[in-house]
């Protein structure tokens, strides 16, 4: 869902445990925010980008593409 923070994870080498223990929670539930299947908390996604990508504007890591029905 997040194409552009799962590049950058790739390339700093970053996997999805890294960000649960990013932000305090289990690594399924930032692998349901990834999917799109559960809304990532802003709080969280601020953490995200300030601990781990403070170099990205968090509108580029977070962005997501409207899929058309």
């Not at 890294?18 to 692998?31: H, M, S």
């Not at 802003?42 to 899929?67: M, N």
Request: glycine letters at 4%.
């Amino acid at each position: 869902m997040f194409k552009n923070l799962e590049a950058e994870m790739t390339r700093y080498g970053l996997s999805s445990k890294d960000l649960a223990e990013c932000i305090g929670v289990n690594e399924r539930t930032i692998r349901s925010y990834l999917a799109g299947s559960s809304r990532i908390a802003w709080e969280d996604a601020r953490k995200i980008k300030h601990k781990l990508f403070p170099q990205f504007e968090i509108e580029y890591l977070f962005y997501r593409e409207e899929v058309a029905s």
